[in-house]
């Protein structure tokens, strides 16, 4: 299974924008499901995360209180909602499927990573 992540774009700080995450091949309803970024010279770092049953969400600090996530099992995807976006956001961001145990904040526990979604958040 491949993730595809889509929705990004140049937005102004302040702004809002919707990422969809979408598998190709199979339903990915019975996983896991984060999202990462990766800004300019960084590291990539957790974002948010929701398990199988949508019902427990995840999210790094930095995040928290702006940005939302959520499935929709029918559809067979995840949604980021990012609120009150600032320049620090600015990355790219990459959706994936949680497939080992482990910390829900660790990448290296996902796999069936996708080509990612550029957010740019001007000031």
């Known amino acids: 299974v491949q993730l595809q992540a889509s929705g990004g774009g140049l937005v102004q700080a302040g702004d809002s924008l919707r990422l969809s995450c979408v598998a190709s091949?199979?339903?990915?309803?019975?996983?896991?499901v984060g999202w990462f970024r990766r800004a300019p010279g960084k590291e990539r770092e957790f974002v948010a995360a929701i398990d199988r049953t949508g019902g427990r969400t995840y999210y790094a600090d930095s995040v928290t209180g702006r940005f939302t996530i959520s499935r929709d099992k029918a559809k067979n995807e995840v949604y980021l909602r990012m609120n009150s976006l600032k320049p620090e956001d600015t990355a790219v961001y990459y959706c994936?499927?949680?497939?080992?145990?482990?910390?829900?904040?660790?990448?290296?526990?996902?796999?069936?990573w996708g080509q990612g979604t550029q957010v740019t958040v001007s000031s």
């Open positions: 091949g199979r339903t990915f309803n019975s996983y896991t």
């Open positions: 994936a499927l949680k497939l080992y145990d482990g910390s829900y904040y660790d990448p290296n526990n996902y796999s069936a």
